[in-house]
């Protein structure tokens, strides 16, 4: 699934299309849930490219027999996301260091193709723009393929658990019990507090203390037992496991400024919330995301691996 080109540009076999816009006003739909299922801007227009292929393979009379193309493409490309979660995993055992969701700049994220007006349950579900956060994608890297994707669907886009049978291939009463589990998960971890203003103020501050160079305001910054996490995809150097401690997390930030001093750092918006861009001569070779609680940073993810900054060279 590599060939993007739109589907609409060459529908099967030249027939007219007259439902296009219709199935085509679906797109964000389809990119905003594959991205929160599979943590990559990459996968996810792959996901949906196919999703499309499929689509457009089928007949006119089977395309008219669909009473909802819509909850058809969602299905399928549910349905792809969950295939690909299964093998994720042992891509991931193979992948060089520690994986980190792809991040995403401002105006890349989609927020407002949200979940179409479905109704369901409101008690414990998370909005859209909390589920796109990096401790909320990094939560959900903890869970099963099947939790992963009861949870999205329902708690997130709200779809009601007999539609989510149906694309997960379990019965509803099971369904349930994956997004209460998955549920579980969010409560333990608790990423889903929605940052306030003093978060921005926390990453300035922190920013200025590591462009200074400054060990002991970095320190006073971080959590005790903050936890820095870089993404190099074994292409660029960066740290092979996680690195745990503010003392520790703020030495290995020094020494990064230390070794190129030509390096340029700017606040930006990454995924939703506060985060910081790291440039040199120009191009970004660094983002970071935060989690903060309170005043202090609990976790820090920096992704350097160049194939999932790919959002960030036209930004």
């Excluded at 679906?26 to 996901?47: F, H, K, M, P, T």
Aim: glycine residues 8%; proline residues 7%.
């Amino acid at each position: 699934m590599t060939n993007r080109s739109e589907p609409h540009d060459t529908p099967a076999q030249g027939r007219p299309d007259p439902g296009l816009d219709a199935v085509m006003r679906e797109r964000r739909q389809l990119i905003n849930l594959a991205y929160r299922l599979l943590g990559s801007l990459a996968d996810a227009e792959d996901v949906v490219q196919e999703t499309y292929v499929r689509w457009y393979a089928l007949t006119p009379q089977q395309q008219d027999a669909i009473a909802s193309p819509g909850g058809w493409l969602t299905t399928v490309a549910s349905r792809l996301c969950l295939d690909l979660l299964g093998s994720a995993r042992a891509r991931r055992e193979r992948y060089v260091g520690e994986w980190i969701p792809e991040p995403l700049p401002e105006g890349t994220e989609w927020l407002d193709g949200g979940a179409g007006g479905r109704t369901g349950d409101p008690a414990d579900r998370v909005t859209l723009d909390e589920s796109v956060s990096m401790a909320f994608l990094v939560m959900l890297e903890a869970m099963t393929p099947a939790e992963r994707v009861a949870f999205v669907l329902h708690d997130v886009f709200r779809y009601p658990f007999a539609d989510v049978a149906r694309i997960v291939g379990r019965t509803p009463a099971a369904c349930r019990q994956l997004a209460a589990s998955a549920r579980r998960r969010v409560r333990a971890s608790q990423p889903l507090a929605r940052p306030a203003a003093r978060h921005a103020d926390v990453v300035r501050t922190f920013k200025q203390a590591w462009e200074a160079k400054d060990i002991d305001a970095l320190i006073g910054l971080l959590d005790p037992g903050a936890t820095a996490i870089a993404d190099g995809g074994g292409v660029v150097t960066a740290h092979l496991r996680p690195v745990t401690g503010s003392e520790k997390v703020a030495r290995a930030l020094v020494d990064i400024v230390l070794a190129a001093p030509d390096l340029t750092i700017v606040e930006r918006t990454v995924n939703g919330q506060p985060g910081l861009v790291v440039q040199q001569d120009g191009v970004t070779g660094t983002v970071l995301a935060f989690d903060i609680s309170g005043d202090r940073i609990t976790h820090l993810w920096a992704v350097r691996n160049p194939a999932k900054l790919r959002p960030w060279t036209a930004s």
